[in-house]
């Protein structure tokens, strides 16, 4: 008798934006001054977080979220919350996709990620300070937090502007059970345990500093003292997080400089360090079911970095003593700023020819290996694929934004740098001694020529593991170019 063979899985590449992060977030778009966070809303992080958006819709055929985000990064729940219609339809579209570990309704899901691993192992909430959260800690330690009604009264999402009960409800109604993509276990990475990842990263964070002779200053002493203590209790990320906020709050003694190294380095740990690990360990997602499909999973990370400067890059008086966030380089793309969320999703669904054409494109992206880990192709055939799509892309944006009636906008001067049409990003990209191989990436493992191909949003925006201080070099380098833009 001829034995059947057993079906594979259909291979699922999902693209995660640790922008997105809420860990990522509170260095990026940090929420502990209420007041002050509102106001940036509005004026800064709104856009930003529109612009990333925009961006990647450009580029890939949907953008992936995880349940946690929807509550522990405030700025982007914010930006939900004013900007819900338009978030609803791309979801309805398939454009915005929320992952989570099983399917159903939102508020099982957020009870489970608060309270799911008991109350030994309280929450870390970016947005309070160490004195708020050492009251959320006691309670839960205590054992009073045993529903979401009990957390509300401890998280002063009022002060936000937010309501976490009208939270939930925003959130099942953008974000059908039926598109909900349900990862399955996670495989074995190595090491074992999040404490020993942080080990391991910790240490090759050190050896980077030390190999491009940067300083090592008493701070970094304080941090590992920190960690140390931390892996004692083989703490998760959350831990770490709560002990870096109380060595910050509670370290006396020190000067204003060395309380300004001391912030960056603590940035520049959680980036380097504590959500690095934790990113690898979501990557460990091999398996997942979507509208009850069984998929092979590839989830590729891409880190942001772009918020964390080194001491050494910003010793001049008018930088270190700067109060206004640091913008992402993308927001130099002037033309973004024109198109927004409603016509990109025109892109991706009109009739039109010119929407047919964006759709195919992104689909040939998608195959090459552009939200994967690995690389499928080579780099000319990859590269031409990207060539293609600017074309593309073009006349369908111009298109849309004619039927709209919208000026068009990709003529803008800026949007040549982003088409790779500027030979002045060449002087400072090589002035900072980077070789082509080892600048930014492009999809997940391109050499850094096709950086140079699709300028800075795209190397912002869409890069993977470029966690190295030489990467940060020309990332200071090209923002300084592009502020010097007319």
Known sequence: MKQKT????????????????????????????????????????????????????????FVTIRHLELFDNL???????????????????????????????????????????GP?????????NSERQKAYDSASLTGKLKAIDDVRR??????HH??????????????????IIELGPPRPTEPASYAERVQQKWGQYLRDRKQQGLRMPNALNWIENTLKKCQDQNGRRRTYYTELRYLRDTLAGINEGQR??????????????????????????????????????DISVNRDISKVWMPEETIEKTVMRRSDPEPLVSTAFAALE???????????????????????SIDRLYGLGIMSSVRRETDSKIAGAVRDHIEVMRACLTRVLRDAKKPDVMRDSIAQVYLGGDPGIMGPVFGSGIGLAGMAYFA?????????????TIAVLVRKKTLTYKWKIFEAALAKHIQSKP
């Open 6 to 61: 057993q079906k594979k899985n259909e291979k699922f590449d999902l693209c995660y934006l640790g922008t997105l992060d809420g860990g990522n977030g509170s260095i990026r778009w940090p929420q502990e001054a209420a007041e002050a966070a509102n106001n940036l809303q509005i004026s800064v992080y709104d856009q930003e977080l529109s612009t990333l958006l925009k961006m990647n819709l450009l580029w890939r055929p």
């Open 75 to 117: 700025a982007f729940a914010k930006f939900l919350k004013r900007h819900k219609d338009e978030c609803q339809d791309l979801a309805e579209s398939g454009l915005l996709r929320l992952c989570a570990p099983s399917v159903e309704p939102i508020a099982a899901l957020v009870e489970k990620w608060m309270l799911g691993r």
């Open 120 to 128: 030994q192992f309280p929450m870390h909430w970016h947005h309070l």
């Open 154 to 159: 401890f998280l002063f999402l009022d002060e």
């Open 162 to 179: 937010l309501d976490l009960g009208e939270m939930i409800t925003r959130y099942q109604r953008i974000f059908s059970e039926s598109g």
């Open 260 to 297: 300004f190294a001391l912030d960056h380095a603590i940035a520049e740990t959680k980036s380097f360090v504590l959500n690095d690990a934790y990113y690898d360990e979501f990557e460990g997602f091999t398996t997942a079911r979507v509208k009850g499909k069984s998929l092979t999973l």
């Open 338 to 360: 024109s198109v927004d969320l409603s016509d990109i999703l025109h892109c991706h669904t009109a009739p039109h020819s010119e929407a047919e054409s964006f759709r195919k």
């Open 444 to 456: 997940h493992g391109l050499p850094g020529a096709l950086t140079l191909l699709l300028g800075p």
